[in-house]
């Protein structure tokens, strides 16, 4: 797969985002917008969030693990359930991520914008 097909796989693309610091929630959105995706959210609540990955069309989801001291495993079964992929974004490392979610993408706080580019795409093209 080339370069511009895979960056294809960004543009346009609508992209949910559980994320309840506004600081990196912000710089999230800015980063997705660089890429030609649209933002579905940002979501700062579990309940907002699980409310939204059952309703809202969207490619992928970027799942902040602790939101708002909630694990976020209740949305993620949501989206794994609609057959979406996701990606998990946590201070902790991928050693903090449940099963069965162990083999889902993880970006680590504070990650680049190559650092998601990069994973957000894997996360598409693997689903696709």
Known sequence: MGTETSEDLL???????????????????????????????????LSKALEMAESESFVVAILDVNVAGEPIYPVAEAIVRRGLPLVFST?????????????????QKPFSQQDLKRTLIAAIAAAG
């Open 11 to 45: 543009n346009g693309a609508r992209v949910l985002v559980v994320e309840d610091e506004a600081a990196i929630s912000m710089l999230l959105e800015d980063m997705l917008l660089d890429f030609g995706c649209e933002v579905v959210g940002p979501a700062a609540r």
């Open 91 to 107: 201070g902790y490392g991928g050693a903090g991520i449940r099963e069965p979610f162990r083999d889902r993408p993880v970006v």
